[in-house]
């Protein structure tokens, strides 16, 4: 069997040596604690951020959809304002093709200017969805003054006089930024207004 005996000093018998370590020691580890804490503080705050920092130059502001939408809609109406009367019906595809290469001129410089902002913007026509447009804003049946519409790889073209006429594309925009993250799908049309034009 071990015995184990502790012998205390009373209070008054310590030295002043003593005293003084165990105060010098009771600092050093209250600094620790504060060293530690003021770490895990400045840990969190470089991981999270700080509101006033996406501010700073080097952020990067988010993209308004409806500029993309308002400078392809001009280069799209233009684009079917060039091939009216240029394409016979059975010629479809061609004046398709030419909407789309015209078209697709413009997205290129949309397409560099955000890239300037630290942007990425992607632009593609989407067939799928034309051809419901054109299902749904072109309808057959007996007196209807046009002929049908077709869908040609998300431009939208109609007959008219056994003509080829360009009435409408649909186009996805998406946008990936440090901001923002955008997919949005979107008809351009062309109104009566900018056959005259």
């Known amino acids: 069997m071990v015995s184990v005996t502790a012998v205390f000093a009373p209070d008054g018998d310590r030295g002043g040596d003593d005293r003084r ?27 999270l951020g700080y509101d ?30 060039d091939v009216d009367g240029e394409y016979r019906w059975a010629d479809r595809r061609q004046a398709g093709e030419a909407v789309r ?17 630290s942007r990425s913007l992607s632009v593609t026509f989407d067939d799928s969805t034309a051809a419901a447009w054109a299902r749904e804003h072109c309808p057959g049946g007996a007196g209807r003054e046009f002929g049908r519409c077709r869908s040609i ?14 009435v409408a594309a649909a186009v996805r925009i998406r ?23």
């Open 21 to 47: 370590s165990d105060r010098a020691q009771i600092v050093l580890v209250a600094a620790a604690v504060v060293a530690v804490a003021f770490l895990s503080m400045t840990l969190a705050y470089a991981q």
């Open 52 to 81: 006033a920092d996406r501010d700073g130059a080097g952020a990067v502001d988010v993209a308004a959809v409806s500029d993309v939408d308002r400078s392809l809609s001009v280069s799209f109406r233009a684009a079917a304002r």
């Open 101 to 117: 290469d015209a078209v697709e001129g413009d997205i290129e410089r949309v397409q560099r200017v955000h890239a300037d902002e």
């Open 153 to 166: 790889d998300g431009v939208v073209v109609q007959e008219r006089a056994r003509e080829t006429t360009v």
């Open 175 to 197: 946008i990936v930024s440090p901001a923002e993250r955008t997919t949005v799908t979107t008809v351009l049309r062309v109104t009566p207004s900018d056959r005259t034009a």
